[in-house]
């Protein structure tokens, strides 16, 4: 538990971070996330047993279509990334915190369309009402939240993809992290070579833009941690903790406007979100009784044997 909270505590801070940083590009930062994510996930899996070594990775780079499915994935949160970065240093946190306040139900969506999983009546009615509060911000707005949609589906598309992928936390987030590393050197290059580059100029940035790699790495690990040892739906109440941080953050700290049909928007997306939530507890309660049952018919089964 101690470990999950950690982790979304970590994400749901992450703004005050990159504004820290927002002198900055946003390109120049993801460029950084990724090669220091890389020089410290190294480190984590050379000394830490739990991270599988070396062998694994190099298991799966011989694995072609698995190296494929990894670099659309490397893409996918990269983008993300940029996206969420961009958000904040355009003061668009709010809209940012609703992508990532939809992404579960974006989920669920699609784990229904392409993985042929049934919606229970009360997660297709928080889906439906979820899709209302959009439509109403495009209507408010006459155009997509395009940053909340788009920070929702790529990390909606980077969950399904993954759990395709047969590779652990730290090995996986490693390879991705490899896999981009080559264009984010390649930018680092070019600003170097305009006499943009951020990084080295005696600002705070310089001890700053190296925490990025362990603000990536870290709330990762944290959470593999809490997702294999607790149950789904408490995973489930707790992933809402970072988007209500982003959005305390947002409102009262950065200030950004909130206005009433901004309200009324949100309070739909939260709506869906205690209604989806409500379901995954009735059925988790339910999955525990099922065992609970069995559990007893068994043990009276055997004392019936004996």
Known sequence: MLAALAAFCIWGLAPLYFRAIGSVPP????????LWSALFLAV???????????GR??????QPKLLGLLT????????????????????????????YFINPLVSVALGAIFLGERLRPLQAAAVAIAFAGVGWRVWQLGTLPWIALFLAGTFGLYGLLRKRAPIEAASGLFIETLLVAPLALGWLAWL???GDFSFGSGAHTDWLLPLSGII????????AIGARRLPLATVGFLQYLAPSINFVIAVW????????AQFI??????TALAIYSADMLHAARGRHAAEAGRASAETSARSDSR
Not at 27 to 34: K, L, N, P
Not at 216 to 223: D, E, I
Request: glycine share 6%.
């Open 265 to 270: 928007g949100f309070l739909l997306i939260w």
């Open 44 to 54: 984590l899996i050379a000394l830490l047993p739990f991270a599988g070594g070396f």
């Open 192 to 194: 170097a070579y305009r």
């Open 216 to 223: 990536t790495a870290v709330p990762l690990m944290l959470f």
């Open 253 to 260: 700290l950065f200030r950004e406007p909130f206005d009433a």
């Open 72 to 99: 659309i994935t490397a893409l996918l949160t990269s983008s993300n990334w940029l996206v969420f970065i961009w958000a904040v240093d355009a003061e668009r946190l709010l809209e940012a915190s609703l992508g």
């Open 27 to 34: 390109f120049e930062i993801v460029a950084h996330r990724v």
């Open 57 to 62: 990775v190099r298991s799966v780079l011989v």
